[in-house]
């Protein structure tokens, strides 16, 4: 199968899904093509840079992490507050 014909076969199946299996197969295509991207993105951040995000996650694994809702609001009282 060339590329063409993978396409058309790719459509037909996708265009006679319904309902949740069309978004469930919607999801997935997203999933493929945007890992792909976050992948290159990965790759592209300094070794310090991923290093900090590595250290952020280790400390959300531990119960370390803080809600957004109270990070934002010490950042307007910080940056309102002035």
Same mark, same amino acid.
């Given at each position: &199968?060339? @590329?063409?014909?993978? #396409?058309i076969?790719?459509?037909? +199946?996708?265009? @006679?899904? #319904?309902?949740?299996?069309?978004?469930?197969? =919607?999801?997935i295509? !997203?999933? =493929?093509?945007?890992? +792909?991207?976050? %992948?290159?993105?990965?790759k592209? %951040?300094?070794? $310090?840079?991923?290093?900090?995000? #590595?250290?952020?996650? $280790?400390? !959300?694994?531990?119960? $370390?992490?803080? $809600?957004?809702?109270?990070? &934002? @609001?010490?950042?307007?009282?910080? =940056?309102?507050?002035a």
């Amino acid at each position: &199968m060339n @590329s063409a014909e993978i #396409k058309i076969d790719l459509f037909r +199946k996708l265009d @006679s899904l #319904k309902g949740n299996r069309l978004e469930e197969a =919607y999801g997935i295509v !997203l999933n =493929y093509i945007n890992g +792909k991207n976050e %992948l290159d993105d990965w790759k592209n %951040l300094t070794q $310090e840079q991923q290093n900090a995000i #590595k250290l952020g996650i $280790e400390q !959300l694994d531990k119960g $370390e992490g803080r $809600e957004h809702k109270k990070v &934002m @609001s010490d950042i307007r009282k910080r =940056y309102t507050d002035a």
